[in-house]
C-alpha cells in the first residue's frame, strides 16, 4: 500500500511541476516582454529631456548610452565621465521620472580599465545588464568582468564593415564559451548587409536578452538612415511569432537613428502604437 502511495505522489508531484513549467512558459507571451525606449532616440538633448520625451512616449522602460549628456546640473557631461557622486544623481533623475532603467549601451574599450569602468557605471545605476560590442580579443577579460559584477552582456550589431557582429553567425561564436553574454538584435541593422532579421532572430535563439526594434527602407543599402517600425521592409509580425517560439520574456527597445525635427517623438509614439495593435495589446476603450 506504502509504495502505491508513493507511486501515486511522484505522478502528482511531476503532474504540479509540468503544469508550473508550462504556466511560466505562457506567462512568457507579448503581454510579459518590456516594451521601453533606448534613449539614443532622442540624443540631440540631455538627459533630463529624453527622460522627459520617453515618459511622453508611452513606455515604462528605458535603455540609456553611456556617451550620453547627462544635463545641464552635471555639465553636460557624458555618463561615462562622471564621478560616483554624479551617478547618483543620475540615479535620482531616472527615479523621479518614474521610469526603469534596465540597460545602457556602453562605448568599453580595448583595456580591462575601461570595461570595469564601465561595469561600475552599471553597478551603480543597479542595471541588469549592458548593450556593447566588445572586441574579440577583450571577449574573454569581458566575460569574467561580467561574471564578477554579476551583469550580463547582450552583443549587438551594426552593419557590414562597422561592426564584427554584424552577422548572427559572428555573435554566436563570441557567445560561445561565455557564459555572461547574450544577444541584443538590431532589426533594422540586418538589412543593410543583406540579412532577414527573422533568419537571424532564429539563429540566435536561446540567447536573446533583448532587442532593438528598428526599420528600414530596403535591404543592402548600408547608407540609409532607419524608418518609422512598420513601414519599411522589416517582417515584423513574424519577428514577434518567432520571439513567442523562443519563450522570450525580456526588453524590446524602439531606437531611432534618423533625427527628425524637432525629434522623434511622433514617429515613437506611432511605433509604440503598432507594436500594441500588432500584437493585439491595446486596451479596450
Not at 508550473?20 to 521601453?36: C, D, F, V
Not at 520574456?249 to 537613428?257: L, P, Q, S, T, W
Request: with cysteine; glycine share 8%.
Amino acid at each position: 500500500m506504502g509504495k502505491i502511495i508513493s507511486i501515486i505522489t511522484s505522478i502528482a508531484l511531476l503532474f504540479i511541476t509540468s503544469l508550473g513549467l508550462a504556466q511560466n512558459k505562457a506567462s512568457y507571451g507579448p503581454a510579459s516582454w518590456k516594451l521601453g525606449i533606448a534613449l539614443y532616440a532622442y540624443n540631440s538633448v540631455s538627459l533630463p529631456e529624453e527622460l522627459e520625451l520617453a515618459k511622453q512616449s508611452g513606455v515604462k522602460f528605458i535603455e540609456g548610452f553611456s556617451f550620453g549628456k547627462a544635463g545641464a546640473e552635471l555639465k553636460d557631461s557624458m555618463i561615462m565621465t562622471l564621478s560616483p557622486v554624479g551617478l547618483l544623481k543620475v540615479k535620482q533623475l531616472i527615479q523621479q521620472s518614474g521610469l526603469e532603467m534596465e540597460s545602457m549601451y556602453v562605448t568599453g574599450g580595448n583595456t580591462i580599465a575601461q570595461w570595469k569602468r564601465d561595469f561600475e557605471i552599471a553597478k551603480a545605476l543597479h542595471l541588469k545588464f549592458v548593450t556593447g560590442e566588445p572586441a574579440m580579443s577583450m571577449l574573454n577579460s569581458v566575460d569574467s568582468l561580467a561574471g564578477v559584477y554579476g551583469i550580463k552582456v547582450a552583443l549587438h550589431n551594426h552593419w557590414k564593415g562597422t561592426s564584427q557582429y554584424w552577422h548572427p553567425d559572428s555573435t554566436l561564436a563570441a557567445l560561445k564559451g561565455h557564459p555572461n553574454f547574450g544577444a541584443c538584435p538590431d532589426f533594422g541593422h540586418y538589412p543593410k548587409s543583406g540579412i532577414v532579421p527573422e533568419e537571424a532572430l532564429k539563429k540566435l535563439a536561446g540567447h536573446v536578452i533583448a532587442v532593438h526594434l528598428k526599420d528600414i527602407a530596403e535591404f543592402n543599402n548600408p547608407k540609409l538612415k532607419d524608418v518609422p517600425v512598420g513601414t519599411g521592409v522589416v517582417n515584423f509580425p513574424k519577428i514577434f511569432e518567432e520571439l513567442q517560439k523562443q519563450n522570450f520574456h525580456g526588453n524590446i527597445n524602439i531606437e531611432r537613428d534618423q533625427q527628425e525635427v524637432p525629434n522623434n517623438l511622433i514617429s515613437v509614439q506611432q511605433t509604440v502604437s503598432y507594436y500594441l495593435k500588432t500584437l493585439g495589446l491595446l486596451k479596450k476603450q
